[in-house]
């Protein structure tokens, strides 16, 4: 992967996953991503987003979030 902010050119690399479980009671799933790229100068880009969600038997949500963070250095 390869990004350009600014005029300086990042290269890195980027990691997904994602989860499905359902039964009778519930269902869930989850799916995370994180992207790191590098400059030639040594500094970095992370960024890290995590999704999740949760229905009950009725279909109703329980649980939702959607986290996302970057770290620059």
Do not use: Q
């Amino acid at each position: 992967m390869t990004v350009t902010w600014d005029g300086v050119t990042y290269t890195g690399h980027a990691t997904a996953w994602g989860n499905f479980n359902v039964n009778e009671k519930n269902s869930n799933e989850t799916f995370t991503l994180t992207i790191r790229v590098f400059a030639p100068d040594g500094s970095s880009v992370v960024g890290h987003e995590t999704s999740h969600l949760t229905l009950n038997a009725n279909g109703e949500i329980t649980v939702s979030f959607d986290k996302v963070s970057f770290t620059c250095t």
